[in-house]
């Protein structure tokens, strides 16, 4: 995850995770960090580098894993280090800490004791994560991969750009990791829009068939 973000709200183990997904190469929900990617004529590089805190101003970073594809290929390959600039590029360093530290303003809380209003909490709306859609684009079908945190009734809607439902699924799923593949034989090429609607509200994702 990255330095900021909270973390995956998902309690599977990472082999889980690469084991449901084989285009996934390298997973890491604990830990976080950052990437450089390099980018030339010949390949395509990401370099995934931890932070050892993230609790005060640090220098302190582990190397992680590399991975790279090559011009004209479509699988990534791992690489042994981490890419490098040439010596006579120019390249401009990043600005030195500390940097000067400007608070936000404070928000007194409003008072909703008499009008009690619904909570947006973070488990609240980590009710649902979607995993992943793929392939996407996709050619006969999809795979679907959700995470729920509670078990429910999950309806699973595919919409032309003008909103008319083309596909409808309708399941109970149980609480944890789910996948459920989708076909799609009538549908002609072009962009859709995929609805998932869940006891806590919805999500629409765009995909696209060819």
Known sequence: TSVTSPGFPIGVGMSIIKLANPHVKFVNLDKKGF????????????????????????????????????????HLRKANSVAMPRHDMYYQTAPLWPRPFVAPPIVEPEDTTSNPQPGTGLQEADEIVVVGVYPNPFTDGLSLQLYLANPGDIVIDILSLSGQKLVSYNKYFTGGLQFLPIETPTLQNGIYFLRIKYPGGEKTLKVIKQ
């Open 35 to 74: 990437i450089i990617l390099d980018v030339n004529q010949q390949r395509v590089q990401s370099d995934w580098f931890f932070v050892s805190t993230i609790d005060y101003s640090s220098s302190n970073y582990n190397y992680g894993e590399s991975w790279y594809e090559n011009a004209g290929e479509r």
